[in-house]
């Protein structure tokens, strides 16, 4: 098993920046593949950026150039660094882990970004 805790959110005005941090516990040397993924009011979740573990990275392009995913594997925690935020990525972001197997996957209890224009 294997708990996600995020961090890291918080109000911020546009242009402004953020670092997201999630930890993962218990089993966290199973994981391949974290990612963060956001959910903004009356939306449905949305996909943000991934992070393998041999260091391949990805991003929708809505954040592709502003957003930076990156991963201490020695300390089992993903981080998300949000430049030029804008008031359209406010939103509850998420952390998610997926199992080398694939077939666990885990969230944690998500934090909340907010961005005022």
């Known amino acids: 098993q294997v708990q996600l805790v995020e961090s890291g959110g918080g109000s911020v005005q546009a242009g402004g920046s953020l670092r997201l941090s999630c930890v993962a516990s218990g089993s966290a040397d199973s994981l391949n593949v974290m990612a963060w993924y956001r959910q903004a009011p009356g939306k449905p979740r949305e996909y943000v950026a991934t992070?393998?573990?041999?260091?391949?990275?990805g991003y929708a392009p809505s954040v592709k150039g502003r957003f930076t995913i990156s991963r201490d594997n020695a300390k089992n925690t993903v981080y998300l660094q949000m430049d030029s935020l804008k008031p359209e990525d406010t939103a509850v972001y998420y952390c998610?882990?997926?199992?080398?197997?694939?077939?666990?996957?885990?969230w944690g209890q998500g934090t909340q970004v907010t961005v005022s224009s």
């Open positions: 992070s393998s573990i041999g260091g391949n990275t």
């Open positions: 998610n882990a997926k199992s080398f197997s694939g077939i666990y996957v885990y």
